[in-house]
């Protein structure tokens, strides 16, 4: 789901830029979300619902959004599923999907909330499928802002999706990158170049990164998109409405009214 922000760990992890690699991302990104599952879940559960499939914090429904087109009877595959809300509202709409995510504490609340679909405890970049297994995929906010090689994630989701399957994947804007990560008036200035890719790193006293995130511009994110075997269909980036008054870490309605906060990709494979 949504990006986590400061580790709970009882040390102040040490917030750095530098370059890390996907083994090293994929085990901070597992260990952040089984360490903050329980607290991640208390503070934002009564937003995400049980059974609501939002794509960001703005929250834009995909009720309302239908990004994905039409859901029943289609195989599809949530991945970054978090508790599964995502995949309990396709269910409900006559889907059968499957909810994949790298964090076991995660899924155990799937389990919690109850009416859970088949879950799958897997890394993104090397999915557990059959070739052709699914004929939508979705992410809101999962798996893609924490790889360091999403090109690698695309491909994977190209090999489970069957010929002119839909992907659909949230991150945060790219834009975002170059303001700090604050819901006030001190979030509305320039701090960094929106050019710089080094990711965000929360490290603990030894070195060892215990968060990560990697930052991708609006065209390399295109440009992963179609090298991952993927057509763009549509860039979607969400305004913020009147209705919602949360702030969400750097997320606000001071913010949103002024610069994007999520960048929706609706993606298809060739048929």
């Known amino acids: 789901m949504f990006e986590g922000g400061p580790s709970s760990e009882e040390y102040e992890p040490e917030a750095v830029r530098r370059q890390t690699g996907d083994a090293e991302s994929s085990s901070a990104s597992r260990g952040w979300w089984d360490r903050n599952a329980d607290e991640y879940q208390s503070e934002h559960g009564s937003f995400l619902g049980d059974d609501r499939f939002v794509w960001g914090p703005e929250g834009l429904d995909e009720a309302e959004a239908g990004l994905l087109g039409e859901v029943a009877g289609r195989d599809v595959l949530e991945i970054g599923a978090g508790a599964a809300q995502c995949a309990r509202w396709l269910a409900a709409?006559?889907?059968?999907?499957?909810?994949?995510?790298?964090?076991?504490?995660?899924?155990?609340?799937?389990?919690?909330?109850g009416d859970a679909p088949p879950l799958v405890e897997a890394d993104a970049a090397a999915l557990p499928f059959r070739d052709?297994?699914?004929?939508?995929?979705?992410?809101?906010y999962g798996a893609v802002p924490f790889v360091a090689d999403p090109v690698r994630v695309f491909?994977?989701?190209?090999?489970?999706?069957?010929?002119?399957?839909?992907?659909v994947f949230s991150v945060t804007h790219p834009i975002r990158w170059a303001f700090p990560d604050e819901p006030g008036p001190e979030g509305l200035s320039v701090a960094a170049s929106y050019f710089d890719r080094t990711p965000y790193v929360e490290q603990d006293e030894r070195g060892r990164a215990v968060y990560v995130e990697h930052h991708r511009t609006l065209g390399d994110r295109v440009r992963d998109v179609v090298a991952g075997g993927f057509r763009?269909?549509?860039?979607?980036?969400?305004?913020?409405?009147?209705?919602?008054?949360q702030e969400w870490g750097g997320w606000s309605p001071l913010r949103g009214n002024l610069i994007p906060g999520t960048a929706i990709f609706v993606c298809e494979r060739d048929a």
């Open 93 to 113: 709409r006559g889907a059968r999907p499957v909810a994949l995510d790298l964090s076991h504490r995660q899924l155990q609340h799937a389990l919690r909330i």
């Open 132 to 140: 052709g297994s699914f004929d939508l995929a979705c992410s809101a």
């Open 155 to 167: 491909r994977e989701v190209r090999r489970v999706l069957r010929p002119g399957g839909r992907w």
């Open 232 to 245: 763009l269909v549509d860039l979607v980036e969400p305004e913020w409405p009147a209705w919602n008054g």
